[in-house]
């Protein structure tokens, strides 16, 4: 077996910084685990690039014994990191520990999370194991992971709802096995803030050998404690926070990064900690999660929705007016939000097109710099004002759809009172142009059958949103189409200034989606369409 030591981060508890808290991003692997928010080989990669960039200490990239496609991601992730730790995330199986150890190994610095539930319940109903057989278990898959690297982090799953005395006994067995990270998650969102807070003063107090591990909190939102339970954690000792962008994660999702960060920087007064996180990166971040997995961000979602800075009554906009302080606690700017957003016309030039999207936190290749310039143009010649919000729709747009094997190609339908409506349909598929035309009951249902007929599924349509982008009636629209199929489901987004081809590229994306999670992204597994 071959070994590739790499060293643990810092030590925020041991230490000279004692401030410092580690910020942990599960959105790869606890965030894409939730239903419908699957993300291809390419976008993995373009967020785990962000999140480096944006000075993130730790990335899991997903579950590499889950499946080949999540092996591949974490081991391509593990060769491009560049500051940050890249973590992959194992059960306490040792074929799964060897699976997790040579997908991290490409890695300058890698990580194995391995975790096992210790609550009673989970114990005996999940696992059919007897304390002493999960004690042992762990205490194997550390010692395991350490032929790997020395940087090892053990979860006691549904730790919220361990017997101390158990939680005590194991977190010391493994930290004496090698564990260099000790996470304690609240798993279910059972919690409250004072009762996290002393579960960690209560196990760092009692386990002897507690000063050789960092501390770590993973919160989920199921009663919407989660950031206030992180800080609370924090407040008891942690000092590595596990969370994700959006807060997306199983069920009621994860702690959201973005407000745990800002939330120490406003508030620096009573929480004295500080990360290391290129907070004007939060807002592009935000985006490009939403856009890859197809997550609508909730407008009034703290930090990141749209309206986390807008101020529409006459009251706090004539405040507002006098002095920003007198609503806002921090500035847009602080997290990536530009006060102007009025922008470029069709007269831009590519080089200015370029200098936007750098401003905006977008960083292109050539090929689809290229693209999204050929649609800004495109978008500037139909539409009169051209906001930053336009062409955020757009490159996330291209981003999401560069590697689809299903595209739109060409649509003419038509609309009107003497149905039945119609549509004539170009899709390429793998490279092939397919044409065809169908009828509907409207435009949209014969947009759909079209599609149906050049691409034949047995998907349903879940749900069918249509949203504009920004004011006006020559805005963009940003249609979402969500399809289910054996009990999965997929969102696809699409945006055009024509709501039936923004149409189409949604339910395109999220049939290009469905396809990914058939095969879990692996490209020489492709199914046929
Ligand atoms: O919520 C949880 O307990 C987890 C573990 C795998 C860390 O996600
Ligand atoms: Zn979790």
Redesign the pocket.
């Known amino acids: 077996m071959s070994v590739s030591k790499s060293p643990a981060p810092e030590s925020a508890a041991t230490g000279s910084n004692k401030q410092r808290v580690l910020i942990f991003d599960?959105t790869l692997r606890?965030g894409e685990q939730c239903p419908g928010a699957t993300m291809t080989f390419e976008e993995k990669l373009e967020v785990a690039e962000l999140l480096d960039t944006m000075g993130v200490d730790i990335i899991e990239a997903g579950f590499p014994a889950a499946s080949d496609g999540d092996f591949e991601s974490v081991a391509e992730i593990a060769r491009r990191g560049r500051n940050a730790v890249i973590a992959g995330?194992s059960r306490t199986a040792l074929a799964d520990i060897d699976r997790c150890g040579e997908a991290i190994k490409p890695a300058r610095r890698g990580r194995i999370?391995t975790?096992i539930s210790t609550s009673p319940l989970h114990m005996s109903v999940k696992l059919g194991m007897t304390p002493e057989q999960v004690l042992q278990a762990s205490i194997d898959a550390v010692t395991r992971a350490r032929r790997y690297t020395d940087d090892v982090e053990w979860?006691a799953?549904?730790a919220t709802r361990t017997e101390i005395d158990f939680l005590c006994r194991i977190v010391e067995a493994a930290i004496k096995a090698g564990a260099t990270t000790i996470?304690l998650?609240?798993?279910v969102g059972y919690a409250t803030p004072q009762e996290y807070q002393a579960m960690f003063e209560t196990v760092r107090a009692r386990v002897p050998n507690s000063d050789k591990a960092i501390f770590s909190v993973?919160c989920?939102n199921d009663l919407g404690m989660a950031v206030a339970n992180s800080l609370a954690g924090v407040a008891g000792g942690a000092r590595q926070i596990?969370c994700t962008i959006n807060g997306i994660g199983?069920r009621a999702g994860n702690a959201a990064l973005e407000e745990i960060v800002m939330a120490m920087r406003t508030r620096a007064d009573v929480l004295p900690y500080e990360t290391g996180i290129e907070t004007p990166m939060l807002n592009r971040a935000s985006k490009l999660v939403s856009a890859v997995t197809s997550f609508p961000v909730q407008y009034n979602k703290a930090i990141v929705g749209r309206n986390a800075f807008a101020h529409e009554s006459g009251i706090h906009q004539h405040g507002m007016l006098k002095s920003a302080l007198t609503y806002e606690i921090m500035t847009p700017e602080s997290v990536g939000v530009s006060k102007t957003s009025l922008v470029m016309g069709k007269h831009s030039g590519r080089a200015a097109f370029r200098e936007k999207l750098k401003e905006m936190g977008y960083e292109l290749g050539e090929n689809a710099l290229n693209d999204a310039f050929r649609r800004f143009k495109d978008l500037a010649d139909r539409k009169k004002i051209v906001y930053d919000e336009d062409i955020a729709a757009l490159v996330d747009d291209e981003i999401v759809n560069a590697h689809d094997r299903i595209k739109v190609v060409a649509l003419t339908v038509i609309a009107g009172t003497g149905g039945p409506q119609s549509a004539a349909l170009t899709l390429e598929i793998d490279g092939e142009k397919k044409v065809t035309q169908a009828t509907g009951n409207g435009p949209v249902d014969a947009i759909f059958n079209a599609i149906h007929a050049l691409a034949p599924h047995e998907a349903t349509l879940e749900l069918y949103q249509v949203h504009a982008v920004t004011g006006g009636t020559d805005a963009q629209a940003e249609v979402s189409v969500r399809l289910a199929e054996g009990g999965q489901s997929v969102v696809g987004k699409g945006a055009d200034p024509d709501t039936l081809v923004a149409s189409a590229r949604a339910y395109v994306t999220a049939l290009n989606k469905l396809m990914v999670k058939r095969t879990r992204g692996r490209p020489e597994e492709r199914q046929a369409v």
Do not use: G, R, V
């Open positions: 599960t606890d995330l999370h975790f979860s799953e549904d996470n998650p609240d798993t993973h989920h596990e199983e």
